[in-house]
T-cell receptor, first 113, second 116 residues
């Protein structure tokens, strides 16, 4: 069964810290992996998309890595800010013929001033 | 180019009523996906549709739920005889095509259904 797990479930840190959010998946035959941000009561914002052939992607203070063989991805947030407070979701796409995503349950991040 | 549009944003229904959720994909997108997010849970895939066709409905409950994506107009997710357990956020995503490395699904803001 294809499952995606995220740890920790919740994280509270002071502003300025560097953070690592973890995502693991049971089936390593992924097509790509995507990190999203979800603010309370809002939709999903795509942060980074990593193809199966890539090892990492960077956007501003965000860096996502992918290790297919171990079934893991990490999202690194540098110099965290209160505006980064949100739930971060990891999602895996397995099929070439579909954009269907398998989501993790998310990490709820709070960055306090 | 407007993003994926879902309406209504919030919907309140009494038990036993019908709920109709609409999703207009991004311009030019012909693939639509519906997901459900129960309170304190992650998003779960429900159904994948192309114009006039259901491609994958493996995540849809067997009863009371149906989805369509007609040739003209938005995709509709219909829930008949709603129960309290149907209360959730329902998200729609669309993509240009289902093939190739550059395809990506874009999400709407969701419809939050509350059954009272």
């Amino acid at each position: 069964k294809q499952e995606v797990t995220q740890i920790p479930a919740a994280l509270s840190v002071p502003e300025g810290e560097n953070l690592v959010l973890n995502c693991s998946f049971t089936d390593s035959a992924i097509y790509n992996l995507q990190w999203f941000r979800q603010d309370p009561g809002k939709g999903l914002t795509s942060l980074l998309l990593i193809q199966s052939s890539q090892r990492e992607q960077t956007s501003g203070r965000l860096n996502a890595s992918l290790d297919k063989s171990s079934g893991r991805s990490t999202l690194y947030i540098a110099a965290s800010q209160p505006g980064d407070s949100a739930t971060y979701l990891c999602a895996v796409r397995y099929g070439y013929n579909t954009d269907k995503l398998i989501f993790g349950t998310g990490t709820r991040l709070q960055v306090f001033p | 180019n407007a993003g994926v549009m879902q309406n209504p944003r919030h919907l309140v229904r009494r038990r036993g009523q019908e709920a109709r959720l609409r999703c207009s994909p991004m311009k030019g997108h012909s693939h639509v996906y519906w997901y459900r997010q129960l309170p304190e849970e992650g998003l779960k895939f429900m159904v994948y549709l192309q114009k006039e066709n259901i491609i994958d409905e493996s995540g849809m409950p067997k009863e009371r739920f149906s989805a369509e994506f007609p040739k003209e107009g938005p995709s509709i997710l219909r829930i008949q005889q709603v129960v309290r357990g149907d209360s959730a956020a329902y998200f729609c995503a669309s993509s240009l095509t289902d093939r190739g490395r550059d395809t990506e699904a874009f999400f709407g803001q969701g419809t939050r259904l509350t059954v009272v």
